[in-house]
C-alpha cells in the first residue's frame, strides 16, 4: 500500500471556502477517478498559523500500478482544479510513502 501525501497550507481568507470546495468538490472528483482506495484529510497541529492552516491530504493506493495511473491520468488535472479555485492563496508540497506494516 502507498500513500500519497500533500501538504497544504491555506490563507486564512479563504480557509473555510477551500474546506467547503475540498468536501464539495475536490474530494469526490479525486476518488471518480477510481484508482485511490481512500483518504484522509487531516490538520496539522502544533505548527504557526499565523500565515494560514496547515491539512494534509492522505491518498491510499492499493498498489504502486494504481498509484501510477493516478499519476499519469489524474493528478495534474486534480493540481490544476486546486489552481483553478484557489491560484495563490496557498502552498502545497507532496510526499509519498510505503506502508511498511499496518495494523489489519
Known sequence: ???YNV???IDRAVHGQWLKFAERDFLPVIME???VE???LTRLLGVDELDGLTYCLLLRFASRPSFNVYQEK???GHQK???GSFAGRYVSFPSTLDVVLREP
Open 38 to 40: 481512500g483518504y484522509d
Open 33 to 35: 477517478s477510481g484508482a
Open 74 to 76: 489524474f493528478q495534474l
Open 7 to 9: 501538504t497544504y497550507k
Open 81 to 83: 482544479m486546486m489552481d
Open 1 to 3: 500500500m502507498l500513500i
